[in-house]
């Protein structure tokens, strides 16, 4: 009788086994993959002088397509003038005044790098906010689906065994009821990957043409010194107020767009040039208390 009785024993542990087994390996399969990180990558953004990207761009709008969690490094050292990275989204296309309150605003000099991730999707658009209808720019952050972990196959089910009743026995044994294994669910196929996006470089629109008229000499000449007219120091235009406006009529003082300026010279040291509309654009920023510093 203890053979009635071993046989279904052991193969109710062999299947038990086998079942433990199975679900050991799809949680060691399944958790490994989803445990593993996907890497950010980096994008860099030339800058030179008046374009972002390349000088194609001059006039027009770089965009630059990314995914979540990826980092955008703008590199100055093509630039020889100074230039800012600033976030405009809805008020592109004029200098911004309270650039605290955007996303980023970073004023560089030759040389210098911003870098900066975007961890949520959305359009973001920036501009030089000293030359903003000429450097402009956007960055599309997508959201990025990850493809989902492929399950591995269980293997064949253990074949059953076959009794074989003792011949000495009077009375044949009672039929052991056969164990049925329940079938393993279908696992549903992965969906396809997402496509990457691939960036589309924007066609340079017609460079926007600057306000006031001026004729180019064929030779540039060397910016006189000037000197510091009475009015308040570095209001260029004249309406009673130092802005970015004034830092940029100061730049193109010195690009020789102008004959002359009033109030240019900030720290007053007889000559007009780049420094005097940094000291404007720190003085505008908060950075400078009182104007000369």
């Known amino acids: 009788m203890r053979r009635e009785w071993l046989v279904p024993l052991v193969r109710i542990i062999a299947v038990a086994a086998f079942s433990l087994g199975i679900a050991a390996f799809l949680w060691l399969g399944v958790g490994s993959q989803r445990s593993t ?6 994008f ?19 965009e630059t397509n990314v995914a979540v969690g990826d980092q955008v490094t703008w590199d100055f050292s093509s630039a020889s003038a100074t230039h800012t990275t600033t976030e405009c989204t809805g ?13 980023w605003h970073f004023v560089s000099t030759t040389g210098d790098s911003f870098s900066r991730s ?16 000429q ?13 989902p972990p492929t399950l591995p196959m269980p ?24 164990v049925t294994a329940t079938p393993f669910a279908t696992l549903p196929m992965p969906p396809s ?36 007219p009475s009015g308040l120091l570095g209001d260029v ?19 020789a767009f102008f004959d002359s300026i009033s109030n240019g010279d900030v720290n007053e040291d007889g000559t007009t040039n780049s420094i005097d509309a940094a000291l404007i654009l720190q003085f505008t920023a908060g950075l400078l208390n009182s104007l000369p510093p």
């Open 91 to 103: 008020s592109c296309g004029s200098p911004i005044g309270s650039t605290g309150s955007r996303e």
């Open 237 to 255: 235009n004249g309406d009673a107020m130092v802005d970015a406006i004034d830092a940029a009529l100061v730049l193109q003082f010195v690009a």
């Open 44 to 62: 860099q953004i030339q800058v030179g002088d008046n374009w972002f990207c390349d000088s194609s761009f001059q006039g027009g709008d770089c």
């Open 155 to 178: 293997p064949s089910p253990l074949p059953t065994e076959t009794e074989t009743p003792f011949p000495t026995l009077p009375m044949p044994p009672s039929p052991v009821p056969s």
């Open 37 to 42: 990180p996907v890497s950010a990558a980096t």
């Open 193 to 228: 990957p997402v496509p990457s996006t691939t960036a589309t470089l924007a066609v340079p629109a017609t460079p926007v043409p600057s306000d006031t008229a001026t004729t180019v000499p064929t030779d540039t000449p060397e910016p006189a010194p000037t000197s510091t």
């Open 118 to 133: 975007f961890n949520t999707p959305g359009t973001f658009e920036y501009q030089c906010n000293i030359h903003p209808t």
């Open 135 to 147: 450097m402009r720019g956007t960055i599309i952050v997508g959201g990025g689906v990850p493809t």
